[in-house]
């Protein structure tokens, strides 16, 4: 018998469990959740400073569980969950920390009846239960003794959430005999139900009534009640009272409909339907027709007129994808499915940009009622990068896709899951493009059996980025660009330089950058200049985020290649370097190491994973046990140090989801001088936005308000405040501040008036999701002094002043901002936060400054 663990809160979501950890706020709390991913898996996730840590608890074969830690712990087994946990109580087992206080699971408050009914707390099975069935889709079975329960599974269950959807299940085991109870002694007012639909966010409640109502039509129906039939207008007042939602939208309701047993339910159904005018684009022509979105039958109708006929329509599943364009808010393309596995696009353009979205919203809400495979909100990304050293690959290279080898690992058990998108960068690649993408692809089908789809490849010489994905994220992927950089002797030379890709998956955008950057020990600062200048000109993205570079642009960034930073020390120290290597004394030398040291320092690059892997340059070919560090030339010998010259990097916006699963390198493909580099993240991601609300409704905005700047300038100019982000139609630019003298060679600028933001989408729930970057600029030239991103979410969490950023030693310039308030439509909150800014422009400061911000209500 299982016994009740509080520790284990079944199928709820990855942001609801980091919500009950964050409430916690102890390092060592913890709790175990279903994986959202892998079926038959768990999740344990662990809180340290403030952030949530989440490890895979995989089974094997043999169905034992083991936790995928950190690499050179030893991988323990164990039969059931709960002696899992208590061996991870204890310390240095490879969690981030030990555990130490379970979060227990939120329980619904306790009927108040009195007559003994408890509910049913799921519970972790004494031993590895089966594989999970896909989310949302069944439903309990209930006693016997109703059989209008037994249509269950036929009901329309997708679109309720999880924790909404167990209240039902506990009503329907539990609690709805007891409501039957009052009705046989003529109180109609169902105190259980609407105990239920008060628990449950307000703006769901139509869905927990529609799921309801079959099942009350049937209970009262069932001969168990023959002979009583009470009036049915006190029960249908009650009905209405306790379930109808306050519409935000026109909705048609449905007539009631009669009983058997004489019964009659005021049963409130809603149907969405909007009829949109819009502008259709074909060969040039435009012309005006409406289209009509039938959110509960599941269909699109276009039609010429707004009273025409509506014979032509589209299903649901023949809708493959929304593309909006970047260019104009007001246009969207609709990928749909034709026969013969064709596609068609058909190009359409709205009155404005709020309508397009409204538009959107629709759609998404018609896919998620009507399909059992719900959108992503995490995959998984695999990252390569390899030196080929002019050389073809081995026979087999299937090590480095099962991030196999050195440093941070896979577990043998989760090498064979697929990821959901491969990014391969090479450099000094001697093969063409077709011969090297089907060697990819032929790996991959190899390990995953899965055929990937190419989704972009880019080339620059010997340079060459390439992007696959599985078959079933084709039509979630969009807006893919691609585009190169080079670096080479005056920059004109493509031998070094750097390709890139960038897409949109669902409404998450992703840059990648390969780069094979300046060689030799002693250029480290040619180096830093070719980083300089890719960030420059490399040209990828949405292209209204032009104003920043690349590294603002982006949800998620990634840099990978060879980049060429070295080992910084005398090449008499070269044995002792071997020596410190075979004995794995990586910090050490890590000290040393230049990118590190010109990160520490403020002038390059992004984050990256800590490196637990040998360096990968440079060693004899057909060998890792020798590294061939000298080399002879007409000039003499030329050292080249051991070093990690091929690395992996990242940069997300904050508070974006991102943990590094394994960061190493292979220890079997010896063709060339550099071993290939792997690393996979869990990388969170977001579709199509849907109210809760209504769609087309304005309900927030956002403002900054009392701005100040401490400028280090001698220029007399007057500043802006330019705001962009993808929730605005087009950037917002600021009045002009006013400038004050400040200390020597310093300038104080005062923003008075405030900025007013106007998002396409209004709803605040949307807002506090939302990036809004920011940048000064000067009028003379409207060159930039300075860029952030500022996250609303953030200053909602925070209670305290918070430093997001150190000010680094050799900046230039930084920005400071504090005091937040964030307003919403029923309650006020406000928190203060600080950040910095910092630049390696040496003619500019920007000291100090307050930003307010604050999302408040138009009604």
């Known amino acids: 018998m299982a016994t009740y663990q509080p520790w284990y809160h079944g199928n709820i979501t990855r942001s609801k469990a ?159 005999s007891l409501d039957a109870e009052q009705v046989q002694t003529g109180n109609f007012t169902l105190p259980y139900l609407k105990q239920v639909t008060h628990g ?86 435009s012309t005006k027709m409406y289209i009509k979105v039938d959110v509960e039958g599941g269909k699109v109708y276009f039609k010429k007129s707004k009273d025409g006929p509506e014979d032509k329509y589209y299903m649901h599943n023949k809708i493959l994808q929304l593309v909006k364009s970047q260019k104009v808010h007001a246009k969207l393309v609709i990928i749909l499915e ?84 491969y990014i391969i960068g090479s450099q000094e690649d001697p093969l063409g493009e077709k011969e090297w993408t089907d060697i990819l692809k032929s790996t991959l089908r190899g390990i995953t ?19 696959l994905a599985k078959p079933e994220h084709e039509n979630r992927i969009s807006h893919v660009f691609s585009d190169s950089v080079k670096t080479g002797i005056a920059n004109a030379l493509g031998n070094k330089g750097a390709v890139g890709v960038s897409f949109m998956f669902n409404d998450t955008s992703f840059g990648f950058v390969n780069s094979h ?61 071997v020596a410190k290597i075979k004995q794995q004394q990586y910090q050490e030398l890590l000290k040393e190491d230049q990118l590190s040291q010109e990160r520490a320092a403020g002038r390059v690059f992004l984050h990256y994973e800590e490196i637990t892997f040998a360096p990968t340059y440079r060693f004899e070919r057909e060998t890792r046990e020798k590294y061939a560090y000298t080399k002879a030339k007409a000039t003499g010998t030329k050292y080249n140090l051991p070093s990690w010259c091929d690395r992996v990097l990242r940069k997300s916006y904050p508070l974006a989801h991102v943990v590094c699963q394994s960061y190493g390198c292979t220890a079997d493909i010896m063709t060339s001088d550099h071993s290939p580099v792997f690393a996979t993240f869990e990388v969170g991601v977001t579709s199509q936005f849907v109210s809760k609300n209504g769609t ?25 405040i330019e ?67 500022v996250e609303p979410k953030r200053t909602c969490r925070r209670t305290r002043a918070t430093s997001l950023e150190r000010r680094q030693p050799s900046a230039r310039w930084s920005f400071r901002a504090s005091v937040v308030l964030i307003r919403l439509a029923d309650a006020s909150l406000q928190s203060n936060f600080h950040w910095i800014l910092c630049s390696n422009e040496p003619t500019h400061l920007i000291y100090r400054g307050e930003l307010h911000c604050e999302i408040h209500s138009l009604h």
Request: aromatic share 10%; with cysteine.
């Open 517 to 577: 950057l300046t060689s030799g020990s002693e250029k480290k600062i040619r180096r830093n200049q070719n980083y300089i200048n890719i960030l420059r000109f490399l040209n990828l993205g949405d292209k209204k985020l032009n104003p920043f570079d690349i590294t603002h642009r982006f949800t998620h960034l990634f840099w990978l290649g060879d980049l060429n930073y070295r080992i910084e020390m005398p090449s008499s120290e070269a044995e002792n370097i």
């Open 18 to 176: 980091e919500d009950l950890l964050s409430k916690a706020a102890k390092d060592g709390s913890f709790l175990i959740r279903d994986s959202e991913s892998i079926q038959g898996a768990y999740a344990l996730c662990v809180l340290y400073q403030n952030c949530v840590y989440t490890y895979r608890i995989l089974p094997n074969e043999e169905r034992k569980l083991s936790v995928q830690a950190s690499e050179g712990v030893p991988i323990r087994f164990f039969s059931v969950l709960s002696d899992l946990v208590d061996e991870y109580y204890k310390e240095n087992m490879g969690l981030v920390t030990h555990l130490q206080f379970p979060v227990q699971k939120e329980e619904e408050p306790e009927e108040e009846s009195g007559t003994g009914h408890t509910q049913i707390t799921p519970q972790p099975c004494s031993r590895l239960p089966q594989p999970l069935p896909p989310r949302n889709n069944s439903v309990s079975v209930m006693p016997k003794c109703f059989p209008f329960t037994r249509s269950c599974d036929a009901l329309y269950v997708f679109s309720i959430p999880d924790d909404h959807l167990k209240s039902i299940q506990d009503y329907l085991r539990n609690l709805v």
């Open 200 to 285: 449950i966010c307000k703006n769901l409640q139509r869905y927990v009534f529609s799921f309801l109502s079959p099942f009350l039509h049937s209970f009262i129906s069932y001969p168990h009640f023959s002979g009583f039939s009470p009036s049915p207008e006190p029960l249908a007042r009650e009905l209405r009272c306790t379930s109808a939602p306050r519409l935000t939208t026109e909705t048609p309701c449905a007539k009631p409909r009669s009983v058997r047993c004489g019964l009659m339910f005021m049963c409130v159904f809603f149907k969405q339907i909007q009829l949109l005018q819009v502008k259709s684009d074909v060969l040039g022509i």
């Open 696 to 720: 087309l409704v304005s309900q927030g905005g956002i403002k900054f308000m009392n701005c100040m700047a401490i400028l280090n300038t001698k220029s007399k100019t007057k500043f802006f």
């Open 338 to 421: 034709m026969e013969k596995e064709k596609t068609s696009r058909k190009e359409f353009a709205f009155e404005d940009s709020k309508k397009r979205e409204g538009f959107c919203q629709l759609l998404q809400q018609m896919k998620n009622k009507h399909t059992d495979k719900p959108e992503p909100d995490m995959i998984t990304i695999f990252i390569g990068t390899w030196n080929m050293g002019n050389t073809g690959p081995p026979q087999r290279i299937t090590s480095w896709f099962q991030s196999k080898g050195q440093g941070k690992t896979l577990d043998d058990t989760a090498d064979h899951i697929p990821h959901d998108i």
């Open 449 to 467: 059996n899965i055929s990937f789809k190419q989704v972009a490849i880019h080339t620059l010489w010997n340079i060459r980025i390439v992007v």
């Open 723 to 789: 705001c962009h982000s993808s929730c605005l139609e087009s950037f917002v630019k600021s009045p002009e501040g006013e400038n004050q003298e400040h200390n020597e060679g310093s300038l104080k600028v005062r923003f008075g008036s405030q900025i007013e933001l106007t998002p396409i989408i209004s709803d605040p729930e949307y807002l506090l999701d939302q990036h809004i970057l920011i940048c000064i600029k000067s009028t003379d030239c409207e060159e930039s002094y300075g860029k952030r991103v």
